[in-house]
């Protein structure tokens, strides 16, 4: 054996682990020895397989041993671990269905070959909802070292025409401090000076983005976040990313939709009995647009009390309605 191929031998070795063991298919030395012939056309010993497999578990490498041969026991993901990313890869509106097929075959490249072979619905990528935008990967590594260094950030915004394709809408100058997952989209959390508050912008709608030399507005100097970005808050009063004010609501709602109601808003809600039967009040703070929204996405079954101007803004909503539904 050539001298090139022994020093391969052994990382060949943790690769065929990797890719054809686990605790149901292990691996005799010498059915090793006879992959590394076919599969590498190195020759080695059945000896020499053993001695490099003690390399590799003073190593540190989890290579457990039975009566059937040898396995990589402990990987750097568990199969569960590796379906959860690659699912959450298939979910993500924000990642093309180019970019999500290279990423979850990557990710597949952490599993032996049986697990990959258990997980052929993957490649149904363009079954699935996702953005045109092949800018997304490139606009993260921009914002990100923009909220690094404390820069502020400038790109073209677009949104939706009649044509039912996006067009620029809109030039943007902000401050950048957070990249916010949230119901399957990515967004870029900043402070707008032209519109003077927080604006949470959609990754796949921006475009061109670049990091300006102009120092980034400090989070703390800015009314609401003194203490900086309360995350749990800003989950349960944002539903819809909406960037107005936040106030104080409260509301009723049937019992039945609780579930809903925690599901959108976590647990930081006042819960108290109804003012009629089978209902609860809850209280929370909110953007009133996304809670206007959202009580409107339920209003068999809700009914906001205060603010008032927030109730009088559902009532004139479901009037015009009624009278578009000619009820």
């Known amino acids: 054996m050539a001298t090139e191929a022994k020093k391969l031998a052994l990382l060949r070795i943790l690769e065929i682990l990797r890719q054809d063991t686990d605790i149901r298919h292990p691996m005799t030395q010498e059915m090793i020895a006879k992959k590394l012939k076919a599969q590498f056309d190195i020759e080695v010993e059945r000896k020499a397989v053993g001695r490099n497999l003690s390399l590799l578990m003073e190593a540190g490498y989890d290579i ?15 199969p569960s671990e590796i379906r959860l990313l690659i699912d959450g890869v298939l979910s993500s509106r924000y990642i093309n269905s180019h970019q ?12 032996n070959r049986y697990f990959r072979k258990n997980i052929q619905y993957i490649y149904a990528i363009d079954d699935f909802h996702k953005t045109g935008n092949a800018e997304v990967f490139y606009t993260i590594d921009i914002a990100s070292e923009a909220i690094e260094a404390g820069k502020s950030v400038e790109y073209d915004y677009h949104k939706y025409g009649t044509d039912g ?49 102009t ?48 599901d959108w808003f976590g647990e930081d809600v006042t819960i108290e009995p109804g003012t009629r039967d089978h209902t609860l009040k809850i209280s929370l703070t909110v953007s009133p647009n996304a809670m206007h929204y ?7 079954a809700v009914e906001v009390l205060t603010p008032a101007s927030l109730r009088d803004k559902i009532k004139e909503t479901l009037t015009k309605a009624k009278e578009r539904y000619d009820i």
């Open 64 to 78: 457990v041993s039975t009566g059937h041969g040898v396995y990589l026991h402990t990987r750097t993901y568990e």
């Open 100 to 111: 999500s097929r290279d990423l979850i075959e990557r990710l597949a490249a952490e599993e």
């Open 165 to 213: 394709k996006l067009h620029k809408s809109s030039f943007q100058r902000i401050s950048p401090y957070q990249l916010i997952l949230h119901n399957q989209r990515y967004y870029l959390m900043g402070y707008s000076r032209y519109w003077d508050h927080m604006v949470y912008h959609r990754l796949d709608r921006i475009r061109n983005m670049k990091q300006s030399d």
């Open 215 to 262: 120092p980034a507005l400090p989070i703390r100097e800015i009314p609401g976040f003194e203490g900086g970005i309360n995350f749990r808050t800003l989950t349960t009063a944002m539903p819809y990313m909406f960037s107005d004010p936040q106030e104080r609501v409260t509301f009723l709602v049937d019992e039945g939709y609780i579930d809903y109601v925690m």
């Open 294 to 300: 959202w009580a409107l996405q339920f209003a068999e």
